[in-house]
């Protein structure tokens, strides 16, 4: 009876904590978001809590697409745009902690209204400011990456390794930073660490948590570098002659202003894995790719030919031109061809140098 007792105390406290915001930000594109992403995988509390770059949201919606995520191009380009729109790496402002008041305000407001629960949102103005101060006051023992361990250092004097820290990883907006600091840390200027401004202690927090997800998310490391590093002529050869490009494309056909089209990082990542999905230029329209099909001919001589949706070694299936599902177990007597448009550029892959791949980008974009 004592646990029916406790369950029905936790259910009434349950009830009673006030709800919270779960409502995806009100403009174009939301409808999309939620029945591509939130009808089968995951509520909005999980994009609500994140704050992304529009290249970082568009890697987001290409892994989800990777994990079984059904939607069309237009609806994923749908997506991408609203959720860069919306929630942003600067999405959330939190108060500065000079105006927070007791425990239930250290936390700062999440996003949307979410709780104290939700991640630490970077502020990239803050973290800027962060790393002044970081280089004026911990540098010498944490290290240039915060990762700590100066060896040229005692031992004792070696700094820890502030990404791992449990303090930065508890931390909101520096409520467990500003702590640890009021309690005395030794600073390279010599000053008391108590001695910071709420303002400072603030910033350094968005300095660490940034440190902290660049290296979860492979860091500054991760951001798209200069692609463009090739020779544009060197690319027209390739394209006309060992790689034999031009047997299927034209650049006067369908790579017609491919390079307006496209910013350079996408412009690669479509050329090398052209059904991974690329969002070209704000306003450059709707991305297409070409369907896998399969003909499936019959013992009795039937053939089919519609869009793959299984193949393996023991059935096969498909969708007809009416969109009718179709299933077969694969026999000696089945003949079954699979025509994948991109199966050239699977095996290119292994043909291509680094020299051939940054000569190809570089001259497609040229093609304005």
């Not at 700062?108 to 970077?122: E, Y």
């Not at 008391?192 to 350094?204: E, W």
């Not at 199966?343 to 291509?352: E, G, I, N, S, V």
Request: glycine fraction near 10%; include cysteine; proline fraction near 6%.
């Amino acid at each position: 009876m004592w646990l029916l007792g406790l369950a029905i105390t936790w259910v009434t406290f349950l009830a009673a904590q006030p709800p919270r915001q779960r409502q995806l930000p009100e403009a174009l594109g939301k409808d999309v978001t939620q029945k591509v992403c939130g009808a089968t995988c995951h509520g909005p509390e999980i994009v609500m809590g994140s704050g992304r770059t529009r290249d970082q949201w568009t890697a987001v919606v290409n892994a989800m697409v990777e994990r079984g995520a059904k939607a069309s191009e237009a609806e994923l380009v749908q997506i991408a745009d609203y959720l860069a729109k919306n929630l942003g790496p600067n999405m959330v402002a939190p108060p500065p902690l000079a105006q927070q008041r007791g425990p239930a305000r250290t936390t700062g407001p999440g996003p949307l209204g979410a709780g104290a629960a939700d991640s630490h949102i970077v502020d990239l103005a803050g973290a800027d400011r962060g790393k002044t101060v970081y280089i004026a006051e911990c540098i010498t023992c944490h290290g240039n990456k915060a990762r700590g361990g100066n060896s040229n250092l005692p031992e004792n004097q070696q700094g820890a390794d502030l990404v791992r820290s449990l303090v930065i990883l508890h931390d909101r907006y520096g409520n467990t930073i500003g702590q640890f600091l009021a309690k005395g840390h030794p600073l390279q200027s010599g000053q008391p660490s108590a001695s910071l401004t709420a303002a400072q202690v603030g910033d350094l927090a968005h300095f660490l948590h940034q440190k902290m997800l660049e290296t979860l998310r492979g860091g500054p490391y991760s951001k798209v570098l200069n692609v463009l590093t090739g020779d544009a002529k060197a690319g027209a050869a390739y394209f006309n002659g060992a790689g034999r490009c031009n047997t299927c494309h034209s650049v006067k056909g369908d790579l017609a202003g491919v390079g307006k089209k496209y910013d350079p990082p996408t412009l690669q990542s479509k050329f090398l894995f052209p059904r991974t999905v690329g969002f070209g230029r704000p306003g450059s329209g709707q991305v297409t790719s070409k369907p896998v099909l399969v003909t499936v001919t019959q013992p009795n001589g039937e053939v089919l030919t519609g869009v793959l949706d299984k193949l393996d070694d023991f059935n096969v299936s498909l969708r007809d031109a009416q969109g009718e599902y179709r299933s077969f177990k694969r026999t000696a007597s089945l003949k079954v061809i699979k025509n994948d448009p991109y199966a050239q550029h699977a095996a290119l892959l292994d043909q291509y140098t680094d020299k051939n791949m940054h000569d190809i980008v570089a001259y497609l974009e040229t093609l304005k």
